[in-house]
């Protein structure tokens, strides 16, 4: 055995200290959503300064209820997927899981807007940014996100670029479900429709950041 | 001794190492090496590079074993570290390889004969032996800061969770060892 590696085995095992063990994804996953979905919603309803009546209306609607499932399903599949990534030697076909959930969101987003498009016409339909709608895509998404990023940072990120965008497809739809809650326009179609394509668009960004993080730390 | 038996012994070492046994964890160590050396050996081909990043991934494995979960079998997490880690040095191989240039001679630096002529005992760093012999020297404390903190460019931080040692500790030891290695090495004339 080379004599600097015996010595590194030998300074490595000594006073070795005990360590806590990782909880399973599963159970991070749960703690995620106690603490990042209460906020989440608590912070929406402040923001958007609504009672839980407009929540109540909501969930009585059947298209809403619907497209909430799809929202929550893909948080739920994209957050473990995540912290799947963040644990070494896990199976990575579970990156997979968010696919369907989101697939469905996407479609429904998409149906809501043909519909308004039919119904307002080509005139006042318009996929202009609602700049007032963003302090409350950010209230809805802070919660998840951070809360996420402290889970992540306790593993190890072995596929950095996959768990980054996993990591914030999960926050964003997390975040979204404050806001399909609470936001007193009818988020359906273009709000929801701007926070896909920000969520898209964080997903491209943070992917290239991750990349040039792990090239940086790869340098360091 | 089977795959099976042999993942299921390191998954117990493992396990016990988590809960703070360094015997078990000396003995996966060591016992894991020829599967690192063989993962590293598969795309790094220098030896010499190869440990660097054998030791690399003992680092990581021991920062993060927190991570390895005992219900799980232990060979692909320690094999995605590996993988992850020998994937990390290629890329500093290769970056540090487009900005480097080796050379057969230095350039000369200064006119005066003296500076130009490469006497192992006149210059320092001319033979890496002579770093390692004046290595030796050093005291236990002394020598595991200077590996962790300049052999392996880990942070103090880092250096202190590896190490046991405190960051205070660590840098009287780094002081230390530096002003022995100074002596160690200086040109005999001024000693």
């Given at each position: 055995m080379n004599n600097s590696t015996e010595n590194l085995i030998a300074a490595l095992s000594q006073d070795l200290p005990p360590v806590k063990r990782l909880a399973s994804p599963g159970r991070r996953?749960?703690?995620?959503?106690?603490?990042?979905?209460?906020?989440?919603?608590?912070?929406?309803?402040?923001v958007e300064r609504q009672s839980m009546a407009l929540a109540f209306e909501r969930l009585s609607d059947a298209r809403s209820v619907l497209e909430l499932a799809a929202i929550l399903l893909t948080a739920l599949t994209a957050g473990y997927a995540a912290l799947c990534g963040a644990q070494p030697g896990r199976a990575k076909h579970v990156w997979m899981l968010p696919i369907l959930p989101?697939?469905?969101?996407?479609?429904l987003i998409g149906e809501s807007c043909f519909r308004l498009f039919e119904q307002i016409g080509p005139e006042q339909f318009s996929f202009a940014p609602h700049w007032t709608c963003y302090p409350s895509v950010v209230a809805t998404g802070a919660a998840p996100a951070l809360v996420m990023v402290i889970l992540i940072r306790r593993g190890m990120l072995t596929s950095p670029t996959e768990t980054v965008a996993l990591s914030v497809l999960a926050a964003s739809a997390l975040g979204a479900v404050g806001l399909r809650l609470f936001h007193a326009p009818d988020?359906?179609?273009?709000?929801?429709?701007?926070?896909?394509?920000?969520t898209v668009t964080f997903l491209a960004l943070s992917s290239l950041i991750s990349v040039y993080l792990n090239n940086r730390s790869a340098t360091a | 001794m089977t795959d099976e038996t042999r993942d299921a012994q390191w998954s117990k070492w493992m396990a016990l190492a988590?809960?703070?046994?360094?015997?078990a964890y000396q003995s996966l160590l060591a016992a894991v090496l020829p599967l690192l050396r063989?993962?590293?050996?598969?795309?790094i081909n220098d030896p010499d590079k190869g440990e660097d990043v054998v030791q690399d991934i003992l680092l990581s494995l021991h920062r993060n074993r927190h991570t390895y979960d005992p219900k799980l079998p232990f060979r692909p997490w320690i094999s995605t570290i590996a993988e992850r880690r020998t994937m990390d040095a290629l890329r500093k191989i290769y970056r540090q390889g487009a900005h480097e240039?080796?050379?057969?001679?230095?350039p000369e630096t200064f006119l005066s004969d003296e500076t130009n002529t490469?006497?192992?005992?006149?210059?320092?760093?001319?033979?890496?032996?002579?770093?390692?012999?004046?290595?030796?020297?050093?005291?236990?404390?002394?020598?595991?800061?200077?590996?962790?903190?300049?052999?392996?460019?880990?942070?103090?931080?880092?250096?202190?969770?590896?190490?046991?040692?405190?960051?205070?500790?660590?840098?009287?030891?780094?002081?230390?060892?530096?002003?022995?290695?100074?002596g160690e090495m200086a040109p005999k004339a001024e000693r």
């Open positions: 996953l749960v703690g995620w959503m106690a603490v990042a979905l209460p906020v989440s919603l608590v912070m929406g309803a402040l989101f697939g469905a969101w996407l479609a988020a359906t179609a273009l709000v929801l429709l701007w926070q896909l394509l920000a | 988590q809960d703070g046994d360094g015997a063989a993962i590293v050996g598969k795309r240039v080796l050379v057969d001679e230095y490469l006497l192992e005992d006149d210059l320092v760093f001319a033979s890496g032996d002579a770093l390692r012999r004046a290595m030796e020297t050093l005291p236990a404390g002394q020598r595991t800061a200077v590996e962790l903190l300049k052999l392996r460019e880990m942070s103090l931080k880092q250096a202190s969770e590896v190490s046991g040692m405190s960051v205070a500790a660590l840098k009287v030891a780094m002081h230390r060892a530096l002003k022995h290695l100074r």
